[in-house]
Nanobody
Framework: QVLLVESWGGSVLSGGSLRLVCTAA????????AGWFRQAPGKEREGGAA???????AYADSVKGRFTSSQDNAKNQVYLQMNSLKPEDTDIYYC?????????????????????WGQGTQVTVSS
């Protein structure tokens, strides 16, 4: 079992920034892809960003140019820097992971491709 924990969500004003952290209780030197997803109550979960072991990234059009994913494999952490936040970015944000050893290589935003999930962290953007 892989434990993922998101942290540093919070509340900001429109135009502000937040940096989410996902910490994995597993050695991330194992080749992986980590994804950032978000979901509002009553809505489908939406993929926002993905990053793999080699720091290749993918982004949804809705966040491209505003959100940046990065990693620190020595700390078993991936990050989501969110800038120019908008009220419509208000959601619960989830970190997810998959490992090449078990499922092959993938860099994308289909939630079905990820099999480990964190508990989520709330992000609220006020106008």
């Amino acid at each position: 079992q892989v434990l993922l924990v998101e942290s540093w969500g919070g509340s900001v004003l429109s135009g502000g920034s937040l940096r989410l952290v996902c910490t994995a209780a597993v050695n991330t030197y194992t080749k992986y892809t980590a994804g950032w997803f978000r979901q509002a109550p009553g809505k489908e979960r939406e993929g926002g960003a993905a990053i793999d072991t080699d720091a290749s990234t993918a982004y949804a059009d809705s966040v491209k140019g505003r959100f940046t994913s990065s990693q620190d494999n020595a700390k078993n952490q991936v990050y989501l820097q969110m800038n120019s936040l908008k009220p419509e970015d208000t959601d619960i944000y989830y970190c997810a992971a998959r490992f090449v050893r078990f499922r092959g290589a993938y860099l994308g935003l289909d939630e079905r491709e990820y099999n480990y999930w964190g508990q989520g962290t709330q992000v609220t953007v006020s106008s």
